[in-house]
């Protein structure tokens, strides 16, 4: 484990650069390697990164995990993504903000290739290209049932992380806590046209890559979409608390 020589602790007296944000409702299963994953990408830019782990109703060891690792604590049992991610946002110093989720992780060169991207000047901020831990047919059925229509309303954008600098997150108004799924689909799209109108583009990162698990399938089967096509709809809605709390904030899909 490296990740606690690597992260920036609260009470410590740093220059942060990035700051990175993961809500977290009992991840003691994956939050592991997650901030592993985190720390290796982190290597150069030692005592520059700080890590914001938001509980959620934790009731597992999600907290131990993150303070083994120097993680930044925020609390908020809130079940609403968009208002725990802004809760960990509000808490960062970075002059970039960058959000992920506990269950996934990053290839090594992630934070070089964010860095690089802010750097050109060309880009507002935007995402990341991404991959299932494994894939099987009913995965890539579902996951296309899902994007398409997903395409139509929020256009051709990337989900998962997403990275920019910490005053044009402020500037957009965060995650929109209306929301209670697809928030990051709409944090994107918005961030997207804030570019726009400050003469830059939203950006896809494909030479680093997001690995993220494949707990829901896992949960509620790999043709979990085919079979439920309301969920769907409840993705394309954003605000249907009962498909939220079943997709998200509870801990089993049933």
């Not at 740093?14 to 290597?43: D, M, T, W």
């Not at 009731?59 to 809130?78: F, H, K, L, P, S």
């Not at 802010?118 to 995965?139: A, N, T």
Request: aromatic content about 10%; proline content about 2%.
């Amino acid at each position: 484990m490296m990740g606690k020589y690597v992260f920036v602790g609260e009470q410590e007296e740093a220059s942060v650069k990035f700051s990175i944000v993961i809500p977290a409702h009992n991840e003691e299963k994956y939050i592991g390697r997650c901030l592993e994953s985190i720390a290796e990408a982190a290597v150069p830019y030692l005592g520059q990164v700080e890590v914001i782990v938001v509980l959620n109703r934790c009731q597992d060891g999600t907290e131990r995990i993150a303070r083994d690792y120097n993680c930044v604590i925020v609390r908020n049992d809130m079940k609403n993504l968009s208002q725990i991610r802004n809760a960990g946002a509000n808490k960062a110093r970075g002059n970039i903000l960058v959000t992920i989720d506990a269950d996934s992780r990053v290839t090594t060169n992630m934070l070089s290739e964010i860095d690089r991207h802010l750097q050109m000047g060309s880009y507002i901020g935007g995402g990341v290209s991404g991959k299932f831990e494994r894939v099987s047919l009913g995965i890539i059925v579902s996951t296309i049932m899902l994007i398409i229509p997903m395409l139509f309303i929020y256009g051709a954008i990337s989900v998962g992380i997403f990275w920019c600098y910490k005053k044009d997150f402020d500037a957009i108004g965060g995650f929109n806590d209306q929301m209670l799924m697809s928030e990051d689909a709409d944090f994107a799209l918005r961030l997207k046209k804030w570019g726009i109108q400050n003469g830059k583009k939203y950006g896809t990162i494909k030479k680093a890559q997001m690995i993220t698990s494949c707990r829901k399938f896992d949960q509620g089967g790999d043709w979990i979409l085919v079979r439920r096509p309301q969920l769907i709809m409840a993705y394309l809605k954003g605000t249907d608390r009962k498909y939220a709390d079943e997709a998200y904030y509870e801990d089993q899909i049933r």
